[in-house]
């Protein structure tokens, strides 16, 4: 026994020397605490302490990896912040309902300016007894079942880091412990050691009386004594939450994020376990989705490139490689990693430039639109006039570009990967012209399944109020677009009442609901009937109240749910209208519009005013294979860039 401990120690010390030699003659090391200045001391404390015993040696190389990936990162000081965010702990701890919070939370705002705030490098203020204490812990919490698998360096990069954001440094495993494990493990109803990774990450998503709120921009990170308790928040503050607590835990959880998506506006920030064998499970607050199906749970966003938040810098990303080139805000951190081919099949893109880029980039880039702008989401190096984009996201349209003086610059004509990976470049072609019928200027992603539900409803008429006999005036058989449908009625006779009857098993989305007779632009009126509404929000009065964006709708099990009218007298009816529960971007009477296609630029078609005769634009002698945008001139801001295929506008 005596013998192979003397082997173990001699290896143990043999590694150690070849750590601290490793590290000691490290270039990033000894930048890392030149740049430490006054702090190096304090830095030097902990490399010192890891150094006295050859057990420590992982330890000091995690020391090393912390020090020498150190100066990107930084935390904030702000009396004003400091005291806005004890007033937003109060108000979580004891408020739950949204309007009361966002009120409260509004006006707590408006109290602050923030000026104050400024940034301190961790490299010049992180203290020794603070980095031996995180390393130590995280440690600790390696050798759990939860952990135990990890690697050194994925150690290194899901458990060891010290903070999550720019969050102040406190002792936050402490904090977590006391205000959020316990209620964590209370919340799964099984004992301790048989709980799964799944099953505590499944509980993190559990926000119990928190709401997803759009908070002010370019604020710093909340602290750790406000994360457990917050009830409004973006997607960031509940992965800051989540990721603390897993690292409490020694649960493997990353963030991973799009920078934009590529179908609407707005980037998005989630979570994900990292398994066994490496792959990501995501998922976001409040999910109604298994692990896995995060990105996927809300059907308009799709994203074009995933990245994962790092500690370390990473070596390929554009920000160590850019030298002094000006690059995009969207990827300007060192700390992202392309995990794009760890959710989906991938592609590659050749692009070829149209002109050469304004100051001799070494890079150029890909962008998707946001609704107003092309946003960068990742890059090429450029190589006689060419670059190459690796790993591309199938099913998005990119415009290729460089980035100049704070712009991005088209340089190439969009192109589109297709979901099978086919590749098709949108030129206009200006000498093959077609017509095109538009009944939108927005995608329908969010609104098809209400659309899908209206299939099987019909449409009834009868002298009876409980419409015995009634008589089918229409039925809907395909699902009707997002938009005015206008339906024709051929009745030889008059009927006092009228109703929609949705099908079996929905539960009665319609947003608007008009009747008119023959040669009359005056919709009918009458007394509002159908089935007694469970919520107030979703009344019958909201079927007839010319806002596309209020609906009737009836929650519970229940069947043959239906609204209408009864006249005052019979009447011959002639035309339905109606909408499905819809977000009002369709085709409205009396509002401006103006369709652009794209070549190089946005170019004008022209502009049309909405009619309520057929709730359509028809734009005449419109360049074939193009890009298109129409815009609301008269309200609203959600817009989306189209094609024009098999008479239908497909969005991108």
Not at 14 to 28: D, G, M, R, V
Not at 345 to 365: C, E, V, W
Not at 501 to 525: F, R, T, W
Request: net charge positive.
């Amino acid at each position: 026994m005596d013998r192979y401990r003397t082997i173990f120690i001699g290896f143990a010390l043999a590694s150690l020397l070849f750590f601290i030699a490793a590290c000691s003659n490290s270039t990033k090391l000894n930048q890392a605490l030149e740049l430490a200045g006054k702090n190096r001391s304090e830095l030097q404390k902990v490399l010192n302490h890891y150094m006295k015993s050859p057990v420590d040696s992982l330890k000091y190389r995690a020391a090393c990896f912390l020090i020498e990936n150190m100066d990107v990162h930084y935390s904030y000081q702000s009396d004003s912040w400091e005291q806005l965010q004890v007033e937003l702990d109060t108000l979580y701890k004891n408020e739950c309902d949204r309007e009361k919070l966002t009120k409260a939370y509004d006006s707590i705002y408006s109290r602050y300016d923030l000026k104050d705030v400024c940034y301190l490098s961790d490299l010049k203020t992180v203290k020794a007894d603070f980095l031996i204490r995180c390393i130590d812990f995280a440690f600790d919490k390696w050798k759990t079942s939860y952990a135990e698998h990890l690697n050194f360096d994925q150690f290194c990069e899901y458990l060891l880091p010290y903070r999550v954001g720019n969050e102040p440094l406190t002792t936050w495993q402490d904090i977590f412990n006391e205000q959020y494990i316990p209620n964590l493990f209370s919340s799964i109803n099984k004992s301790k050691d048989s709980i799964s990774p799944i099953e505590i990450c499944e509980a993190l998503r559990v926000c119990k009386c928190a709401h997803l709120f759009t908070t002010p921009q370019d604020v710093p990170d909340y602290n750790a004594r406000l994360l457990p308790s917050i009830r409004l928040g973006t997607c960031r503050e509940y992965c800051l939450q989540s990721l603390l607590a897993a690292r409490c835990i020694g649960v493997p959880v990353v963030i991973d994020f799009t920078p934009q998506w590529a179908t609407r506006s707005l980037g998005h920030e989630w979570n994900a376990l990292i398994t066994k064998d490496g792959k990501p499970l995501s998922f976001g607050m409040n999910d109604e989705c298994k692990l896995g199906e995060h990105v996927e749970l809300i059907p308009d966003r799709i994203p074009p490139k995933v990245y994962r938040q790092t500690f370390a810098k990473q070596k390929e990303s554009l920000a160590m490689i850019c030298g002094k080139e000006e690059i995009p805000n969207s990827l300007k951190s060192p700390c992202m990693k392309d995990v794009t081919k760890d959710y989906y099949s991938t592609t590659d893109l050749l692009i070829k430039f149209n002109f050469k880029a304004p100051a001799h980039n070494q890079f150029a880039y890909l962008a998707v639109f946001n609704n107003r702008d092309w946003i960068p989401v990742c890059w090429a190096k450029i190589k006689d006039d060419r670059a190459v984009f690796r790993d591309l996201h199938k099913g998005v349209l990119y415009m290729p570009g460089y980035y100049y003086n704070k712009q991005f610059i088209p340089s190439s004509y969009p192109v589109i990967i297709s979901d099978s990976g086919n590749i098709l470049s949108i030129k206009p072609n200006l000498k093959k012209r077609q017509s095109l019928i538009l009944k939108r200027k927005y995608q329908t992603r969010l609104v098809d399944r209400s659309c899908e539900e209206m299939v099987g409803g019909k449409f009834q008429a009868a002298n009876n109020p409980a419409f015995i006999n009634a008589v089918d005036l229409f039925t809907i058989k395909t699902k009707p677009e997002a938009c005015f449908q206008i339906v024709p009625i051929k009745s030889s006779r008059a009927y006092k009442y009228f109703r929609y009857l949705s099908p079996k098993h929905s539960i009665g989305d319609i947003a608007e609901l008009e009747v008119y007779e023959s040669n009359s632009k005056i919709k009918l009126s009458g007394k509002i009937i159908g089935t007694t509404p469970v919520l107030p929000e979703f009344c019958h009065a909201n079927a007839f109240d010319g806002d596309p964006l209020t609906c009737f709708r009836i929650y519970g099990k229940v069947n043959n749910i239906w609204i209408g009218l009864e006249f005052d007298e019979p009447k011959r009816i002639a035309k339905v209208v109606y909408i499905p529960k819809n977000d009002d971007n369709c085709i409205r009477d009396g509002e401006l519009y103006e369709l652009f296609y794209w070549d190089n630029k946005w170019v004008s078609l022209g502009k049309q005013t909405g009619s309520s005769d057929t709730y359509t634009l028809i734009y005449k002698d419109v360049p074939t294979n193009a890009l298109f945008l129409l815009r609301n001139l008269t309200k609203g801001t959600e817009e989306r860039i189209f094609t024009y295929e098999n008479g239908k506008q497909v969005w991108w």
